[in-house]
């Protein structure tokens, strides 16, 4: 009788077992053969020219052709990431990557990636800007026949709808989206709902709303002010060091006028900031208001309707199925609700129900405007492209040929009535209270040729962008526009070392770019007087370190035997606005800060390059700078080995220059080097050292230089 119960029982677990393996059994579609992925590139020619440092530096005879090159050349270097971004952009990195990309899948179907891509594409991208996303994907489809066991299943053919696609969902996150999103899907949300001004009251704010700060440097100096004549560029984007988001360099050009050399990211067929031979800008993340949260009535009676305008309406509803990985060709299919409600996407959460509009929704020119700032000639038509304002967010810091130098703050600015305060959560209920469209390009602020000759950013307010007296003022902008008022230390700095009217020459400049300071102004000097403030008296160990804690002249150059023990102490005060993780009170760092040194170095006071590296593969350097100095330098955690290893901050930078006479050198420098994932090639560490010491290498321009120091010339797909 057991024997037969026991027999039943495995002939059950066995039929559940296929059962399950049936439900689950989600293998991905076999991709299409070498031949029919290779087969758009017969219509592109381009050559890939390799310098010494592994550069590739991209020509075609059509603008187009350089964009096949590039794809190609790319993906040589960087083939998993490019198809990582692809991936995400579609909606179905949880099928490669696990539970873990299941709320990027989401976000892409919940912010609507696919509808705009499906409602626009046809219509609203030039047939020239098709044209470039074309021949982009037709390059990586050439990779891909050529590389078939790296290539993932089921991800070719790429498209260009994927590129563009890319450009819609990543653009609106470098001003925070996601982090309003993730905040809405916590449990510990605090709704901040705006109040009408018309019955004589103000905003109710029960808790701040938060925006992180990114980083990044910009610095533009006309020649007159530089005292030499030679108008200087400094490009100082701080990005992660690997990843979707890191920079990759590039020249392209083309018998039809594209001439750039810069930083793009994985997926991209444009060089996203950069320089021509006439103009060239810096990019640096903003943080405008640019994102409202309305706290919606939902019908009690019926949760597919939430109430607008005194009466109950049917919210638009989709349900999206994740594919999630789980092993082999098998994942689990989970099926969530997508809503939307006229403000825009719908987010359920324990502590209520929201609707989010925010700026780029819907909009898929952004390429389109990469483009014509890739072909602008002059400063006219750089703003021309500009004027576009398809791009939800970022500054611009502007410098060209001819002396000029601007700055712009720019975004797209909802058309929001300036009667409310809107830095708090919108009332659901009231239709007039659903923006559309945005100001005006004119409305965006912009700073052109300052009296000082000086323009920059570093992530800190627009009304902080020059060291002379014109600088943009607060009273001239509606708040509705939502403009930011930090300051960053890295600001700080900048005011600090400049004075309105002494020249900034190219010692000057570089003394600036990696000067490595606290300011006295920072929050880390504020959280070092408050450590120091404590009566250490009864505990001789920690009383003897808060003295030499208070000896700190507030350096992080690697040679300091003090930035050690004060940068550890600060590190997570500063970072947990990109961390979003709480950062401990100044005593506990402190304590925790000793402790550690004690532990790996056996005194509180190594040199900081001991303990401060740039390392990747069998690389490690010591390296000056720390989180928010213009020296940036972020580390991800305090290693159980005793370093911080740098992670994110300083990335490709350029130091573009022209003379009186328009002629042009630039430099250019890399953290790691062109091929970051390739541990076999040469140029995956070789910048490294130059990185770490603060120096450059010289930027190829001409053909005739470029041919002088190539090492490697092919035609992808030719031979």
């Given amino acids: 009788m057991m024997k037969r119960i026991l027999a039943g029982v495995a002939a059950l677990l066995v039929i559940l077992l296929i059962g399950a393996g049936i439900f689950l059994w989600d293998p991905l579609p076999a991709n299409p053969s070498a031949a029919e992925l290779s087969a758009a590139a017969a219509d592109y020619d381009a050559e890939v020219i390799r310098d010494e ?132 899907f916590g449990n510990d949300y605090t709704q901040t709902i705006a109040l009408d001004p018309a019955e004589g009251r103000k905003a109710f704010l029960i808790g701040p709303k938060t925006m992180a700060e990114r980083g990044s440097n910009g610095i533009a100096v006309s020649g007159r002010r530089a005292g030499d004549d030679v108008t200087r560029l400094m490009i100082n984007s701080h990005q992660p060091l690997t990843g979707p988001v890191a920079w990759y360099e590039a020249q392209l050009t083309s018998d039809e006028g594209l001439d750039i050399t810069g930083g793009l990211f994985p997926g991209t067929p444009v060089i996203l900031h950069g320089f021509t031979p006439d103009l060239g800008w810096a990019n640096t993340v903003s943080a405008q208001d640019l994102v409202d949260t309305y706290v919606l009535t939902v019908n009690p009676d019926n949760p597919h309707q939430y109430k607008l305008d005194g009466e109950w309406v049917d919210f638009t509803e989709a349900t999206v199925t994740l594919h999630v990985k789980l092993f082999g060709p098998f994942a689990l299919k989970v099926k969530r609700p997508v809503k939307r409600s006229a403000q825009g996407p719908v987010i359920e959460a324990k502590h209520g129900t929201y609707a989010v509009r925010y700026a780029g929704m819907g ?38 040929k001819d002396a000029n130098v601007a700055f712009i703050h720019n975004a797209q600015y909802p058309a929001r009535n300036d009667a409310w305060d809107w830095s708090g959560d919108m009332p659901g209920d009231r239709s007039d209270l659903i923006w559309q469209g945005y100001r005006p390009w004119d409305d965006v602020p912009k700073l052109v040729n300052p009296v000082s000759g000086l323009v920059f950013n570093s992530n800190n307010t627009p009304y902080s962008a020059t060291d002379g007296p014109d600088n943009l003022r607060q009273e001239d902008f509606p708040q509705s526009m939502g403009l930011q008022l930090n300051q960053t230390n890295r600001a700080q700095r900048m005011m600090e070392l400049t004075d309105g009217k002494s020249p900034i020459n190219e010692p000057d400049l570089l003394a600036i770019k990696f000067d490595t300071v606290y300011s006295a102004k920072s929050e880390a000097a504020d959280l070092i007087a408050k450590v120091i403030a404590i009566d250490w008296s009864q505990e001789p160990e920690m009383d003897a370190a808060a003295k030499r804690l208070a000896a700190w002249d507030m350096n992080m150059n690697a040679e300091s035997r003090y930035a050690a023990l004060g940068g550890l102490t600060v590190l997570r005060e500063i970072t947990a606005k990109y961390t979003h993780q709480p950062a401990p009170k100044p005593e506990t760092a402190f304590r925790e800060a000793v402790e550690w040194l004690m532990v790996h170095h056996g005194r509180v006071d190594p040199e900081w390059g001991e303990v401060n590296r740039l390392a990747h593969g069998d690389v490690s350097l010591p390296i000056s700078g720390g989180p928010d100095t213009l020296r940036a330098v972020y580390p991800d955690a305090m290693r159980d080995d005793g370093t911080l290893h740098m992670t994110a901050g300083d990335t490709w930078i350029a130091l573009v220059e022209w003379d009186r006479q328009g002629r042009q050198t630039a430099r250019v420098i890399s953290p790691y080097g062109s091929a970051i994932k390739d541990t076999s090639s040469p140029h995956y560490t070789d910048q490294a050292a130059l990185f770490a010491a603060e120096e450059w290498r010289k930027a190829h321009l001409t053909h005739e230089d470029v041919v002088a120091n190539a090492t490697r010339t092919y035609h992808p797909g030719k031979d």
């Fill in 53 to 184: 440092f592994g550069v590739p530096h991209v020509h075609g005879a059509r603008d187009a052709d350089a964009a096949f090159g590039l794809a190609y050349a790319h993906a040589e270097d960087d083939y998993e990431t490019i198809q990582e971004t692809v991936a995400a952009g579609r909606g179905m990195l949880a099928h490669y990557r696990g539970q873990d990309a299941a709320p990027v899948d989401y976000l892409v179907a919940l912010l609507g990636v696919w509808d705009t891509v499906a409602l626009r594409y046809e219509t609203d991208v030039p047939e020239d800007v098709k044209a470039m996303a074309e021949a982009y994907a037709a390059g990586l489809n050439l990779y891909a026949a050529e590389n078939p066991k790296a290539t993932w299943r089921g991800l070719a053919p790429f498209t260009a709808e994927d590129v563009v696609a890319g450009f819609i969902f990543k653009t609106p996150f470098f001003y925070g989206l996601d982090d309003t999103f993730m905040g809405l």
């Fill in 363 to 400: 909009e898929i020119r952004q390429l389109e405007q990469y483009y014509r700032l890739n072909k602008a000639g002059d400063m006219d038509g750089f703003m021309s492209a500009m004027s576009l304002n398809a791009l939800p967010s970022i500054n611009y810091i502007y410098a060209d």
